[in-house]
């Protein structure tokens, strides 16, 4: 099972330019969060969405958009990156809607903003 | 609004010695509590969890105790490994159901 996959691995970016961070689960959960990790602040969410056809704002949701077209795929947009947009991108999932209450993580994307 | 806050790292021990990362809280009412680990390289997964006071989750050899009256969700483990080696957050879930992480601790385990 690949659970949950996000592409690219890694992406040096000009600021400036826009980038689509991609995120697919195929576990069926409803819910799927994005969050950025940045040293000594641990994980931030960013946007969420408990099921397909909605979102909401995280933490820190300035600068980014989200969509949830369908249950699999939850692409994170950077319409114009800043350098404070580097960070490390992590998508999560979790099946929220039967009760449970954990979060699986993708592996991440690295993120690097000049 | 809910917070955590963990231990400072970095934590470096000595192979099979005793580990304790501290863990406490702010939150209202009566969040479930987390500790996910993040390997080099890789995302975060699950360690364990506790739903309610006076729950221990337990996983690996790690253990954490639901403390209501000190807020508090320790991490210990009895005797450590080299492959313990990672970075360890305690989140909990907050009322709006999303997860609420601390800032990260990383362990380093010495041969």
């Known amino acids: 099972t690949a659970g949950i996959t996000q592409a690219p691995t890694s992406q040096i970016l000009a600021a400036g330019r826009s980038m689509t961070l991609r995120c697919t689960q195929d576990m069926r959960h409803n819910a799927m969060y994005w969050y950025r990790q940045d040293l000594g602040l641990g994980l931030r969410l960013i946007h969420y969405s408990n099921t397909a056809g909605t979102t909401g704002k995280g933490e820190v949701p300035d600068g980014y958009s989200v969509s949830r077209a369908n249950t699999d795929d939850f692409p994170l947009t950077l319409a114009s990156a800043v350098p404070s947009q580097t960070s490390v991108y992590f998508c999560?999932?979790?099946?929220?809607?039967?009760?449970?209450?954990?979060?699986?993580f993708g592996p991440g994307t690295r993120l690097t903003v000049l | 609004g809910d917070s955590v806050t963990q231990m400072e790292g970095p934590v470096t021990l000595s192979e099979e010695a005793f580990l304790t990362i501290n863990c406490t809280y702010t939150?209202?009412?009566?969040?479930?509590l987390f500790w996910y680990v993040q390997y080099p390289g890789e995302g975060l997964q699950l360690l364990l969890k506790?739903?309610?006071?006076?729950d221990k989750g337990s996983n690996k050899g790690f253990e954490a105790t639901y403390r209501k009256e000190t807020t508090s969700f320790h991490l210990e483990k009895g005797s450590v490994q080299v492959s313990d080696s990672a970075v360890y957050f305690c989140a909990l879930r907050d009322g709006a159901q999303k997860l609420v992480f601390g800032q990260g601790t990383r362990l380093t385990i010495n041969p």
């Open positions: 506790a739903t309610k006071a006076d």
């Open positions: 939150a209202t009412g009566y969040p479930s």
């Open positions: 999560a999932s979790s099946d929220s809607a039967s009760g449970a209450d954990t979060q699986y």
